[in-house]
C-alpha cells in the first residue's frame, strides 16, 4: 500500500504533508505535489494533514489513475522536503471539480 495525492491538490499546492512526511517521498510541479510510489512507507501520516483532503491511500477503489500520475510526475518533479505557501489562490480551489483537464488538458489522470 502506498498513499497517492489527488485532483484536489491541484492548484491548492498545501504543504503541511510534506512537513510530515518522514521519507520526503512528496514532489512538487507548478500546479500540485505528487508522492513517489517506491519511496512511500505507507505510514500514513500525511493524510490527516492535508487540509484539501486530497490524499488517499491506493487501496480505496478508483485511484488507478492517480497512482500513475503520481509515479510519472515524482520522476520529473523535484523533490520538496518542507512546507512552502499554498497557492495563492487555493481556497477558491479547494473543492473545485474539472481541475484535472484544466491542468493536464485531460480527465484520466493516467493520460496526464
Request: net charge negative; charged share 25%.
Amino acid at each position: 500500500m502506498t498513499y497517492v495525492v489527488t485532483e484536489n491538490c491541484i492548484r491548492c499546492k498545501y504543504t503541511d504533508c510534506v512537513e510530515v512526511c518522514p521519507v520526503d517521498c512528496f514532489y512538487v510541479g507548478e500546479t500540485m505535489l505528487v508522492i513517489n510510489p517506491d519511496e512511500c512507507i505507507d505510514c500514513g501520516v500525511c493524510e490527516p494533514e492535508c487540509p484539501a483532503d486530497a490524499i488517499k491511500a491506493d487501496t480505496e477503489p478508483g485511484l488507478e489513475g492517480w497512482i500513475a500520475l503520481n509515479a510519472k510526475y515524482a520522476a520529473l518533479w523535484p523533490n520538496i522536503s518542507e512546507k512552502i505557501d499554498p497557492d495563492p489562490e487555493a481556497a477558491a480551489f479547494d473543492g473545485q471539480v474539472g481541475k484535472l483537464a484544466q491542468a493536464f488538458g485531460t480527465q484520466d489522470p493516467a493520460a496526464a
